[in-house]
């Protein structure tokens, strides 16, 4: 009776372990790996080698960790870290840090980004999605300006996922 009532447990264990295994979905993720973060950031360089700027530009994965950054020897030592915070923001906003800054000073309400201090609030910030997720971000800083700064993260983006 007693190794009945063992095996009767066991199997209903193990009935219910294997259902709940099935029932579990996951979901497909992407992120920027190394190699697809130097492309973005070659293709960033070049685009503001176009408009004669040298610039400072951070990739980011899909976790907000750094995966390429770079720092040409004739821009600002803190065009780096705001190369990375715009980067962070675009990423953790799901939105052009250029588009964010205009937000700001017509929404009340998005102003209050402005007191993370991860954040930062000016153009140069591209999130980077594939498949409709966001899969990581750009940041530059350095090229003479938000605009420029933006155009080319913006140029980087578009030439590498949507040629």
């Given amino acids: 009776m007693?190794?009945?009532l063992k095996g009767l447990i066991a199997t209903v264990?193990?009935?219910?372990i294997s259902t709940?295994?099935?029932?579990?979905?996951l979901n497909q993720v992407y992120s920027?790996?190394?190699?697809s973060a130097r492309t973005l950031l070659d293709a960033a360089v070049v685009a503001c080698q176009k408009i004669q700027h040298n610039i400072a530009v951070v990739v980011v994965d899909r976790g907000g960790n750094t995966?390429?950054?770079n720092?040409?020897?004739t821009v600002g030592p803190h065009n780096l870290g705001a190369a990375e915070k715009k980067a962070y923001t675009a990423l953790s906003t799901k939105m052009e840090t250029l588009l964010l800054s205009q937000n700001v000073h017509e929404n009340k309400d998005a102003k209050n980004l402005t007191t993370l201090s991860n954040l930062l609030l000016l153009g140069g910030g591209i999130p980077v999605r594939y498949e409709n997720q966001v899969v990581g971000a750009i940041g530059v800083a350095g090229a003479g300006g938000a605009k420029n700064d933006h155009y080319c993260a913006e140029t980087a983006v578009q030439s590498i996922f949507n040629p």
Avoid at 13 to 16: H, Q
Avoid at 32 to 35: F, G, I, P, T, V
């Fill in 67 to 69: 995966l390429m950054a």
């Fill in 71 to 73: 720092r040409h020897e």
């Fill in 20 to 25: 709940f295994a099935q029932s579990i979905q």
């Fill in 2 to 4: 007693m190794n009945k």
């Fill in 13 to 16: 264990m193990l009935m219910s």
């Fill in 32 to 35: 920027l790996d190394s190699q």
